[in-house]
């Protein structure tokens, strides 16, 4: 299992000059100061900060609390390493080398940017808002 200390060199990594340098530079701070709040034992077992139980809402209370971020924040954040990791691992279990793992997975990092991007435009936060915007960017 990949642990959180590596998270941010391999975001830095994956985006290379792919993404500004100032939201790049945004999204690794906020990552480091979520990564530097988990305990030790949090950041080499990440798992323990998803879930819906007690202990685990505490942690991730715990850890937004020191990082200065909101709890859907640390949510948001484990939920993107926890995939990427999940989609690391398949990749590398259907034979993929590193740097081509590293490639799909730099692209699935854009695809995504470019969808919260569309997101955070959308007033509304409902699906159907969502899928509005979208249609209207694709006839364009």
Known sequence: AQSLGGAVDAVK????GGVPDDEMTKKLKG???????????ER??????????????ERV?????????????????MIEFMGVRSMMNKQMGQGM?????????KKETMLYIE????NDS??????ASRRQVKAEKNKT
């Not at 990594?13 to 290379?16: C, D, K, S, T, V």
């Not at 990552?31 to 034992?41: F, R």
């Not at 609390?65 to 948001?76: K, L």
């Not at 959308?122 to 699906?127: D, E, F, I, K, L």
Request: glycine share 10%.
């Open 13 to 16: 990594g994956m985006l290379g």
């Open 31 to 41: 990552i480091q100061l979520i990564i530097d709040s988990a305990t030790e034992e």
């Open 44 to 57: 080499n077992s990440p798992d323990l900060l998803l879930g819906f139980g007690k202990d685990t809402q």
């Open 61 to 77: 209370k715990r850890v937004s609390d020191v990082a200065g971020v909101s709890a859907n924040e640390v949510t948001g954040f």
């Open 97 to 105: 080398s590193i740097d081509k793992a590293k490639e799909e997975i």
């Open 115 to 118: 969808e919260k991007k569309i």
């Open 122 to 127: 959308v007033t509304g936060n409902s699906r």
